[in-house]
């Protein structure tokens, strides 16, 4: 099974299986991260801000226009901020690292 790594907002790393499919956000839940997604996924917040890690983020498809809306209400955007909705798991992303904002 693929892993991720979260940097929670204390700098805690968090290795976690992520199963191929689900969200990046459905992963945090899945583990007890710290990760809010008020809208459930639906992409109408922004509450799951991550900072993708530089290494990772070329490798992710670009946002659609709407996460980018979306994106522009969060939180200390960074260039590599993404929806943790919006990610979803794959083979290909085994070993993702995302961080969490330092105020959410």
Do not use: N
Not at 58 to 83: C, H, I, N, V
């Amino acid at each position: 099974m693929p892993k991720m790594t979260f940097i929670e907002r204390d700098g805690t790393r968090r290795d976690v299986d992520a199963p191929v499919g689900l969200s990046v956000l459905e992963i945090a839940h899945k583990h007890d991260i710290d990760l809010e997604g008020a809208c459930e996924g639906s992409l109408a917040c922004a509450t799951c801000h991550v900072v993708v890690d530089p290494d990772w983020a070329a490798k992710l498809s670009q946002p659609t226009d709407d996460e980018e809306d979306m994106l522009d209400l969060a939180f200390g955007l960074e260039k590599t901020s993404r929806l943790g909705c919006q990610i979803v798991m794959t083979d290909a992303l085994d070993g993702l690292t995302v961080r969490l904002p330092k105020a959410g």
